[in-house]
Nanobody
Framework: QVQLVESGGGLVQAGGSLRLSCAAS????????MAWFRQAPGKEREFVAT????????MSADSVKGRFTISRDNAKATVYLQMNNMKPEDTAVYYC?????????????????WGQGTQVTVSS
C-alpha cells in the first residue's frame, strides 16, 4: 500500500503563486507515475498534470499549460505542483494520485492511490 499526503494549499490572489507538495509513504518503491487532479464544487474531478517515474516526461492539461509545473523528488518520495499566474477558475480541491504503472494517464481510473486533497482558493 502507498499513502499520499498533500500540503501547501491555501488562499491566494489572482496572479499569485502556490506550490503543492505530496509526500508518499509505505511501499514507495512501487510508485510509478504520479499526478495531480482537481475538483471544483459541483464539477467532476479533472486532470491537471502527470509525471513519469523518473521525472523526465510530463503531461499537463491545456488549461494550466505555461502556468503549472509538475516535478518530483524520488529521494524524498514527493511530487510537487508549482502553480503560477493563478486564476479564480483554478479554485478547487487538489488531489495527488499515484500508480504502480509507468505509463502516464489523464484519467482518474488510471491511478490506484489517492491523497485526501488540499483546498486551493484563488480570489479575484
Amino acid at each position: 500500500q502507498v499513502q499520499l499526503v498533500e500540503s501547501g494549499g491555501g488562499l491566494v490572489q489572482a496572479g499569485g503563486s502556490l506550490r503543492l507538495s505530496c509526500a508518499a509513504s509505505g511501499r514507495t518503491f512501487s510508485v510509478g507515475a504520479m499526478a495531480w487532479f482537481r475538483q471544483a464544487p459541483g464539477k467532476e474531478r479533472e486532470f491537471v498534470a502527470t509525471i513519469s517515474r523518473g521525472g523526465s516526461t510530463t503531461m499537463s492539461a491545456d488549461s494550466v499549460k505555461g502556468r503549472f509545473t509538475i516535478s518530483r523528488d524520488n529521494a524524498k518520495a514527493t511530487v510537487y505542483l508549482q502553480m503560477n499566474n493563478m486564476k479564480p477558475e483554478d479554485t478547487a480541491v487538489y488531489y495527488c494520485a499515484a500508480t504502480p504503472n509507468s505509463g502516464l494517464y489523464m484519467l482518474a481510473s488510471g491511478y490506484d492511490y489517492w491523497g485526501q486533497g488540499t483546498q486551493v482558493t484563488v480570489s479575484s
